[in-house]
Structures are given as structure tokens and as C-alpha cells.
């Protein structure tokens, strides 16, 4: 763990599975998410990427992933700012795969691995949540332990 923390590494790792999930949609060839016409997108893996799947976001989302856990390492009010865009970041999470396992059967999509990616989505957003109380209660800890002033609830 980096310093101690394992928000980080949730976020990584939730990065990562929007990666794979959206090869394996890719090569199924199940329909890109944010297309208009919900068809399969032209331009090869990067376009994608760039539209998301039936099983992962876009792009931007998946870069907000890696960005959030990389502001989550540090101490002070840059690894605060990292956990409060990853707690946002559950939480889009957790309705975008609550909206994947309860979705109406899909044209093209198989119902089951949509249920499967809707859990494992469900169960990164409840990690994330997790780790970020676990994380924020070792930074104060560490924060007090320094000297430095940590806002206390009366």
C-alpha cells in the first residue's frame, strides 16, 4: 500500500476493469453507451473508449478514476481532495451499475453479464466508500500525530 492507504488502489483497480470490460465489449460486439443509436462505434478500440460501453464508462471517466487515486496518496488537502473525487466517483459508480444489473433486457447485451458487471460495479463503489473512511480516518490520525490542525467534529 502507498503510505498506508488502499483508496488508491480501488481506484486503480476500478480503472482497470472499465479497461478489460470494454475490450471484452469491443471484441463481443455489444453496443457502445453513449452512441446516439446505441450501434457499435467506428475507429477501431479507441473510439470504444471514447463512447463507453454496456459494461464501462467513457474515457473521461476512467482518466478521472486514475487522476482521483493519485490525488488520494498524498497527505494534507491534496489526499482529502483525492477521496472526496473518489466518494463522487462511487457514487456515479454505483448508479451507473444499479442501472446495468436492473436494466430491461438489452437487444444485443446478454442479461447476465450485465447483472455480473452490474455487481462487481456495485461492489467497487462499496470498496471505494469503504477505503475512503479507512484512509480518512489514518490521515487524520497521521495528521494529528504531525501537529498539524485536524477539523474536529464537537
Do not use: C
Amino acid at each position: 500500500m502507498v503510505n498506508g492507504f488502499r483508496a488508491p488502489w480501488v481506484m486503480f483497480g476500478l480503472a482497470a476493469w472499465a479497461v478489460v470490460a470494454t475490450v471484452l465489449a469491443a471484441v463481443a460486439g455489444w453496443p457502445a453507451q453513449f452512441m446516439s443509436d446505441k450501434s457499435t462505434p467506428d475507429g477501431g478500440l479507441l473510439a470504444w473508449f471514447v463512447a463507453g460501453t454496456a459494461l464501462s464508462a467513457p474515457i473521461g471517466l476512467v482518466v478521472l478514476m486514475v487522476v482521483a487515486g493519485l490525488l488520494a496518496i498524498p497527505r494534507g488537502r491534496i489526499g482529502y481532495l483525492g477521496d472526496t473525487l473518489s466518494v463522487v466517483i462511487a457514487g456515479f459508480t454505483l448508479v451507473g451499475s444499479l442501472g446495468e444489473a436492473l436494466s430491461p433486457e438489452p437487444v444485443t447485451t446478454p442479461r447476465g453479464v450485465l447483472v455480473v458487471s452490474g455487481v462487481l460495479g456495485v461492489a467497487f463503489a462499496l470498496a471505494i466508500v469503504a477505503a475512503i473512511v479507512h484512509d480518512v480516518r489514518l490521515r487524520r490520525g497521521r495528521d494529528a500525530a504531525n501537529g498539524d490542525i485536524v477539523a474536529t467534529s464537537a
